[in-house]
C-alpha cells in the first residue's frame, strides 16, 4: 500500500519484484505464471538475453538527445517499423493514448490542408478504448470514461462495432476520421468481422475520410500476424501502436501511408519521443520478431489455447462465450470476474479482465503449450 500515490487504480495487494522467462516473483520470493504480460506489454517475457542486451548497451552509450537530431536507434526502428507494418512514415510517442491523439491530429490537418475547414467529424465506436488524454477519452466508448471530464472534442459520434449500417448511418460530408481497434481490447476482446473492416476501407475511400486502425493492444505480433489488419485484406491510412512495440519500454507510435504525412515542422513535437533508449528498445524487438519465430509461436500455442479454452467452455455452465484470435482471447462469464481473478493470484497464476464479466488472456508471446496446461488446470479448479 502506498499512501502516496494517487488512487486512480484498484491495485491487487502484491508487490512485484523481478521476473524471470514468463514467472514473475514477490518480494516474498512467491512464483506466478503470468498470462497477462502487464496488459500486452512484455512480448517476450523477462529477462530475454537478446533484449536486454540490446538496452544495456544502449544505456551505456546514450539514452537521450531530443528530436533536434538523429540517432541511429530511432534511424533504425523507423526503418523496421514502416517496413513490418507497410506504412511508410512515423512518429514515436511515449504511450499510446499519445499514439492516438497524434493520429486525430494528423487526421484533421489532412482534411484542413484540402481546405476543408468543416470536416471535422470523427466516427468512433461502443465499447472502444483508445486512451486517457482528453482527445483518446473524446473517441473511446465507455460513457464512464467520459461523463466527468467534458465538455471533449465535438463532432465525435459513436457507431456500433461490426455493424456497418450503424456506420453508414452516421457519415457525412464532414466525416474526417473513422477509428476503430482492429480487435477491441478493453472493451472484452471482440475480433472486427472481414466484411466489417472491407466496409469500412471501402467507406473512407468513398468519401476522402482517414481509416485509422489503433492496433495499441492487438498489434506487434499479438494476433499470429506483426499488425491484427494483416489477418485481412486491406491497408489502414493511418495505424497507432504501443503496448508490445518496445516489449516494456514506454514508448508509442503512429504510422501512415505518404498520402496522409500531412503533418509539417511545428505541427507536432514530443521531448521523449523516439528517443535513443526507448528507440533501441523497439529495434531490438523487431529484430527477435524476424530471428526468433516468435509469431510462429503465437500461432501454434495460439491455436492450443483457443481449443483449451473452447473445452473448458464446454464444460463450465458460466462461461457464456470465448473469443479472440492468437495470444489475445476472453472469456465472458455470468458472473463477476474480480473474485476469481484474485483466487488465481492466490494460486500463483496472473490473469485479469477487461470489463466485469470477461477474463482475459494476453500472455507473453514466448509462453508455451505447457504453460496453457497450467493455466487451464488451475483455472477450471476455480471456475468449478
Ligand atoms: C492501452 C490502449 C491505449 C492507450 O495506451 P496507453 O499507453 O495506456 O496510453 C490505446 N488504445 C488501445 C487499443 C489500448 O489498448
Known amino acids: 500500500m502506498s499512501e502516496s500515490l494517487l488512487h486512480t487504480y484498484n491495485r491487487f495487494d502484491v508487490t512485484f519484484d523481478r521476473g524471470e ?44 538527445v531530443s528530436n533536434y537530431f538523429y540517432t541511429e536507434p530511432l534511424m533504425a526502428a523507423a526503418d523496421k517499423f514502416t517496413k513490418a507494418s507497410g506504412m511508410d512514415r512515423v512518429f514515436f510517442t511515449n504511450s499510446g493514448g499519445e499514439a492516438v491523439e497524434g493520429a486525430l491530429k494528423l487526421a484533421r490537418k489532412y482534411a484542413f490542408i484540402k481546405g476543408n475547414t468543416n470536416k471535422t467529424g470523427i466516427i468512433a465506436f461502443e465499447h472502444s478504448f483508445h486512451g486517457r488524454t482528453i482527445g483518446a477519452v473524446s473517441v473511446t466508448g465507455t460513457p464512464a470514461y467520459r461523463a466527468p471530464f467534458g465538455p471533449l472534442l465535438p463532432d465525435v459520434s459513436f457507431a456500433i462495432y461490426n455493424d456497418i449500417d450503424s456506420v453508414k448511418a452516421l457519415v457525412n460530408e464532414n466525416t474526417c476520421a473513422i477509428i476503430l481497434e482492429t480487435v477491441q481490447g478493453e472493451g472484452g476482446i471482440h475480433v472486427a468481422d472481414k466484411d466489417f473492416l472491407a466496409e469500412i476501407r471501402e467507406i473512407c475511400d468513398k468519401n476522402d475520410i482517414v481509416m485509422i486502425l489503433d492496433e495499441v493492444q492487438c498489434g506487434i505480433g499479438r494476433t499470429g500476424k506483426m499488425f491484427a489488419y494483416q489477418n485481412y485484406n486491406i491497408m489502414p491510412d493511418v495505424i497507432t501502436s504501443a503496448k508490445g512495440i518496445a516489449a516494456g519500454v514506454p514508448v508509442g507510435a503512429f504510422a501512415c501511408k505518404e ?17 535513443p533508449l526507448a528507440t533501441a528498445a523497439v529495434s531490438a524487438a523487431m529484430d527477435i520478431f524476424a530471428e526468433d519465430n516468435i509469431l510462429d509461436n503465437v ?27 492468437g495470444l489475445m482471447q476472453g472469456i ?13 493470484l492466490n494460486d500463483g497464476l496472473v490473469l485479469i479482465s477487461a470489463g466485469a464479466n470477461v477474463i482475459r488472456f494476453l500472455p507473453p508471446l514466448v509462453i508455451t503449450k505447457e504453460d496453457v496446461d497450467t493455466v ?9
Not at 301 to 319: F, S, W
Not at 332 to 344: G, M, N, Y
Open 21 to 64: 522467462g514468463v514467472t514473475l516473483y514477490d518480494t516474498d520470493g512467491k512464483a506466478y505464471l503470468d498470462f497477462f504480460s502487464g496488459i500486452g506489454v512484455n512480448a517476450f517475457g523477462y529477462g530475454y538475453k537478446k533484449y536486454t542486451d540490446a538496452l544495456h548497451a544502449q544505456i551505456d552509450k546514450l539514452t537521450h
Open 259 to 275: 498520402e496522409f504525412a500531412a503533418l509539417k515542422p511545428g505541427d507536432h513535437g514530443s521531448t521523449y519521443g523516439g528517443n
Open 299 to 325: 500461432n501454434q500455442v495460439g491455436a492450443y489455447l483457443y481449443e483449451k479454452l473452447e473445452e473448458l467452455a464446454a464444460k463450465c455452465d458460466h462461461i457464456k462465450e470465448h473469443r479472440g484470435i
Open 332 to 344: 465472458e462469464l455470468d458472473i463477476p470476474v474480480s473474485d476469481i481473478l484474485k483466487e488465481c
Open 376 to 384: 487451464i488446470n488451475k483455472l477450471s479448479k476455480i471456475l468449478s
